[in-house]
């Protein structure tokens, strides 16, 4: 089984929310990470035939689908609203579908609602109605109603979204085991770059409704192609400064380092610094220093966000372990080691040079 | 450099707890609230209260004149249930309202979902659909007054002469039940259906969406989305529209003035006939309570049956 989308645009209201899109979706879980208004739901939507595109096909097991109802195709969405029959108890929720089903005969129902409630581990709450259940038992019940039937395309829209922190973890790691033997095409969007990295499958990066790129997201995370990948696969966001190439050295902010590689002087880069890799303290010879002023600090507990104000009324933000104590309106240098730094083409936001030290993490 | 340092096993301690405070604390401070409701207390007792008050006050008396009336006790309310002519007419709004909620309101909610969900057609919809409800209600009876009227009518001439059936309400009793009914649900579905659109509009898309991809057909998506959804407006549209036609009262009086006959004589007409025409203010008094009790208990009962049968 496949999902081809073969130069797939839509265009809504004069704005174009997808942007030739061509993908190839292969059997097993794909994820499909981007900011928000990337067109993550456009691009699901066209997917699962709720929405026909402007132009383009979309192909599921080399047949052209594009014009086809979404009823009559073989598809199941999960959003992140979650959405279930208010009327039916959770039981016939997951029937539902299967009751439409002609596949499934009459005595094949029942197994197999229990089978799926199982998985889900929402057995002892068959008899409740939706509004009686929590949130993570609803999306629970409304993951379970798209599992219910095999489906050649299995779309999740953004499905752990609205859960508290605690419940998304826990069902991400469910969901992680059941993707593995589920048939069929699996899409699940996400703008949290964590989760992609968590699931670490096959990754679409989206960028304002283009596939930016396509690989193994660990590999994007150690060296992103681009300016857009990098910003979308890092977070807290990543911080960007402006540089320029004189003499064989990058000089940023009053400093410089050596070019990981030759260009031609006078060539504006953009510099992304992962903020865990600003240092409070020299580690190292070589090191970077950037003379800054304490903004402020934001501690979590396992971590502490600094914000900085460096010269030129540029910003960085530096992620700390544990928790330090810092008192705004003091001055401080910190320190970034240049094997951490991405040098990104200022015009077409190209990695130049890739960092040597962030290859191990893949490893 | 000035970088903080590293902060570790400390332990934070709290200030300690304040007392609890006891119940009679609470219920001190409480009594201030009092004041601000007191200015709604004055109004509703000026308004409403009093006034009910001294329809009490007749309800007990035989009123000659107002220097000379009777204590009678509770005999005007046993005289208001007994009289067949009271009766016949709880009967009659009884039978109204029940014929008015079951046109009106599976009528209102097919007219809001037949409704644009979106685009130009959305505001010539509704404003199309609320005209109905700008026109006051002794204007709605004489529009229909005229419009049914078998001779100089158009509806009641067109039933006649094109369709060649025999109409006439003033002369016969089911033809002016029929005009009354026709004209509330003319005048009323409206209301019932800006209602329902409200709760329709409020159903996010994914819900159809998903319905879509279950392959769900139109009854069931209106079945198992749209009604559940609707359940909380149409609560409020069948206890207004119960109220307020059971205790319709002025296009009646316009249109057919209780007749022909008593064929629609509601309780309303009939107590209004009996205290301003008749000036018979103790049996009034009486019958009025009565009916407002009537009304009180059957919203109860509705508001109970449908919000419990929603768990």
Same mark, same amino acid.
């Given at each position: 089984m496949t999902l081809i989308l073969d130069g797939v645009s839509v265009r809504q209201r004069g704005e174009t929310w997808l942007d030739d899109v061509h993908l190839e979706l292969p059997n097993g879980m794909t994820t499909l990470v981007g900011p928000m208004t990337a067109g993550k739901t456009t691009l699901m939507r066209v997917a699962a035939g709720l929405l026909p595109p402007d132009s383009g096909r979309v192909v599921v097991h080399e047949k052209d689908v594009t014009g086809i109802s979404v009823r009559k195709r073989s598809v199941a969405f999960v959003y992140q609203q979650f959405i279930n029959?208010?009327? *039916?108890?959770v039981y016939e929720n997951i029937a539902s579908p299967l009751r439409l089903d002609p596949r499934f005969r009459k005595n094949e129902i029942d197994p197999r609602v229990r089978e799926v409630a199982e998985l889900m581990g929402i057995s002892d709450l068959l008899? &409740? &109605?939706?509004?009686? *259940?929590?949130g993570g038992q609803q999306q629970r019940t409304a993951i379970a109603r798209a599992l219910a039937r095999p489906v050649d395309v299995l779309l999740l829209d953004e499905p752990l979204a609205n859960l508290d922190f605690k419940l998304r973890e826990q069902l991400r790691a469910d969901l992680k085991t059941m993707f593995a033997d589920t048939p069929g095409v699996v899409l699940y969007s996400t703008a949290d770059p964590n989760e992609a990295l968590t699931f670490a499958a096959r990754t679409v990066v989206l960028g304002e409704g283009r596939v930016q790129h396509v690989g193994d997201v660990a590999d994007m995370y150690a060296h992103p192609p681009t300016l857009a990948v990098a910003a979308t696969l890092s977070d807290p966001p990543l911080n960007l400064l402006p540089g320029v190439v004189r003499d064989g050295r990058i000089e940023v902010l009053g400093t410089s380092f050596p070019a990981p590689r030759a260009h031609a002087t006078g060539h504006d880069v953009m510099l992304g610094i992962r903020p865990h890799q600003v240092r409070i303290a020299r580690d190292g010879p070589g090191a970077l220093e950037l003379p800054a002023e304490i903004r402020l600090a934001e501690v979590t507990g396992s971590a502490t966000f600094l914000h900085l104000l460096l010269q030129g009324d540029r910003h960085l933000v530096a992620h700390l372990p544990g928790t330090q104590l810092f008192t705004p309106g003091e001055t401080t240098v910190v320190y970034v080691d240049p094997a951490h730094i991405f040098v990104f083409d200022e015009a077409g936001g190209r990695l130049l040079a890739t960092s040597a030290a962030e290859v191990d993490l893949h490893g | 450099m000035t970088a903080g340092s590293q902060v570790s096993g400390e332990v934070v301690t709290t200030a300690p707890a304040e007392p609890q405070e006891t119940r009679a604390d609470l219920k001190r401070k409480d009594n201030r609230a009092w004041w601000l409701v007191l200015p709604v207390v004055v109004s509703v007792a000026f308004t409403a209260i009093i006034p009910l008050m001294t329809v009490v006050n007749f309800s007990v008396q035989d009123v000659f004149s107002p220097s000379d009336r009777v204590f009678v006790g509770l005999d005007w309310f046993y005289e208001a249930v007994r009289r067949p002519e009271n009766r016949e007419a709880f009967v009659r709004t009884l039978l109204f309202s029940a014929q008015v909620l079951l046109v009106e309101i599976p009528l209102g909610v097919a007219i809001a979902v037949a409704m644009? @969900? @979106?685009?130009?057609w959305v505001s010539a919809a509704l404003v199309l659909v609320a005209l109905p409800l700008l026109i006051p209600w002794n204007v709605v009876g004489t529009i229909w007054q005229i419009f049914a009227r078998a001779d100089i009518g158009l509806g009641g001439w067109t039933i006649n002469n094109v369709l060649g059936i025999g109409f006439n309400y003033t002369l016969d009793s089911t033809d002016a039940w029929i005009t009354i009914l026709v004209m509330d649900v003319w005048h009323w579905t409206p209301l019932v259906a800006l209602l329902a659109y409200a709760g329709l509009r409020s159903i996010p898309e994914p819900y159809f969406q998903a319905a879509q991809i279950d392959g769900a057909s139109g009854w069931a998506t209106f079945r198992h989305i749209q009604l559940p959804r609707l359940r909380g407006v149409l609560t409020i549209a069948i206890l207004l529209r119960f109220m307020d036609s059971f205790m319709i009262y002025t296009e009646p009086f316009v249109v057919t003035g209780g007749g022909p006959g008593n064929a629609t004589s509601f309780l309303s007409i009939l107590l209004s006939k009996m205290a301003?025409?008749?000036?018979?203010v103790g049996p009034a008094g009486a019958f009025s309570l009565i009916y407002f009790l009537i009304v009180q208990v059957l919203c109860y009962v509705f508001f109970t049956v449908l919000t419990r049968s929603g768990r």
């Amino acid at each position: 089984m496949t999902l081809i989308l073969d130069g797939v645009s839509v265009r809504q209201r004069g704005e174009t929310w997808l942007d030739d899109v061509h993908l190839e979706l292969p059997n097993g879980m794909t994820t499909l990470v981007g900011p928000m208004t990337a067109g993550k739901t456009t691009l699901m939507r066209v997917a699962a035939g709720l929405l026909p595109p402007d132009s383009g096909r979309v192909v599921v097991h080399e047949k052209d689908v594009t014009g086809i109802s979404v009823r009559k195709r073989s598809v199941a969405f999960v959003y992140q609203q979650f959405i279930n029959y208010p009327s *039916l108890t959770v039981y016939e929720n997951i029937a539902s579908p299967l009751r439409l089903d002609p596949r499934f005969r009459k005595n094949e129902i029942d197994p197999r609602v229990r089978e799926v409630a199982e998985l889900m581990g929402i057995s002892d709450l068959l008899g &409740r &109605r939706p509004a009686e *259940l929590s949130g993570g038992q609803q999306q629970r019940t409304a993951i379970a109603r798209a599992l219910a039937r095999p489906v050649d395309v299995l779309l999740l829209d953004e499905p752990l979204a609205n859960l508290d922190f605690k419940l998304r973890e826990q069902l991400r790691a469910d969901l992680k085991t059941m993707f593995a033997d589920t048939p069929g095409v699996v899409l699940y969007s996400t703008a949290d770059p964590n989760e992609a990295l968590t699931f670490a499958a096959r990754t679409v990066v989206l960028g304002e409704g283009r596939v930016q790129h396509v690989g193994d997201v660990a590999d994007m995370y150690a060296h992103p192609p681009t300016l857009a990948v990098a910003a979308t696969l890092s977070d807290p966001p990543l911080n960007l400064l402006p540089g320029v190439v004189r003499d064989g050295r990058i000089e940023v902010l009053g400093t410089s380092f050596p070019a990981p590689r030759a260009h031609a002087t006078g060539h504006d880069v953009m510099l992304g610094i992962r903020p865990h890799q600003v240092r409070i303290a020299r580690d190292g010879p070589g090191a970077l220093e950037l003379p800054a002023e304490i903004r402020l600090a934001e501690v979590t507990g396992s971590a502490t966000f600094l914000h900085l104000l460096l010269q030129g009324d540029r910003h960085l933000v530096a992620h700390l372990p544990g928790t330090q104590l810092f008192t705004p309106g003091e001055t401080t240098v910190v320190y970034v080691d240049p094997a951490h730094i991405f040098v990104f083409d200022e015009a077409g936001g190209r990695l130049l040079a890739t960092s040597a030290a962030e290859v191990d993490l893949h490893g | 450099m000035t970088a903080g340092s590293q902060v570790s096993g400390e332990v934070v301690t709290t200030a300690p707890a304040e007392p609890q405070e006891t119940r009679a604390d609470l219920k001190r401070k409480d009594n201030r609230a009092w004041w601000l409701v007191l200015p709604v207390v004055v109004s509703v007792a000026f308004t409403a209260i009093i006034p009910l008050m001294t329809v009490v006050n007749f309800s007990v008396q035989d009123v000659f004149s107002p220097s000379d009336r009777v204590f009678v006790g509770l005999d005007w309310f046993y005289e208001a249930v007994r009289r067949p002519e009271n009766r016949e007419a709880f009967v009659r709004t009884l039978l109204f309202s029940a014929q008015v909620l079951l046109v009106e309101i599976p009528l209102g909610v097919a007219i809001a979902v037949a409704m644009p @969900r @979106r685009g130009f057609w959305v505001s010539a919809a509704l404003v199309l659909v609320a005209l109905p409800l700008l026109i006051p209600w002794n204007v709605v009876g004489t529009i229909w007054q005229i419009f049914a009227r078998a001779d100089i009518g158009l509806g009641g001439w067109t039933i006649n002469n094109v369709l060649g059936i025999g109409f006439n309400y003033t002369l016969d009793s089911t033809d002016a039940w029929i005009t009354i009914l026709v004209m509330d649900v003319w005048h009323w579905t409206p209301l019932v259906a800006l209602l329902a659109y409200a709760g329709l509009r409020s159903i996010p898309e994914p819900y159809f969406q998903a319905a879509q991809i279950d392959g769900a057909s139109g009854w069931a998506t209106f079945r198992h989305i749209q009604l559940p959804r609707l359940r909380g407006v149409l609560t409020i549209a069948i206890l207004l529209r119960f109220m307020d036609s059971f205790m319709i009262y002025t296009e009646p009086f316009v249109v057919t003035g209780g007749g022909p006959g008593n064929a629609t004589s509601f309780l309303s007409i009939l107590l209004s006939k009996m205290a301003v025409g008749q000036f018979d203010v103790g049996p009034a008094g009486a019958f009025s309570l009565i009916y407002f009790l009537i009304v009180q208990v059957l919203c109860y009962v509705f508001f109970t049956v449908l919000t419990r049968s929603g768990r």
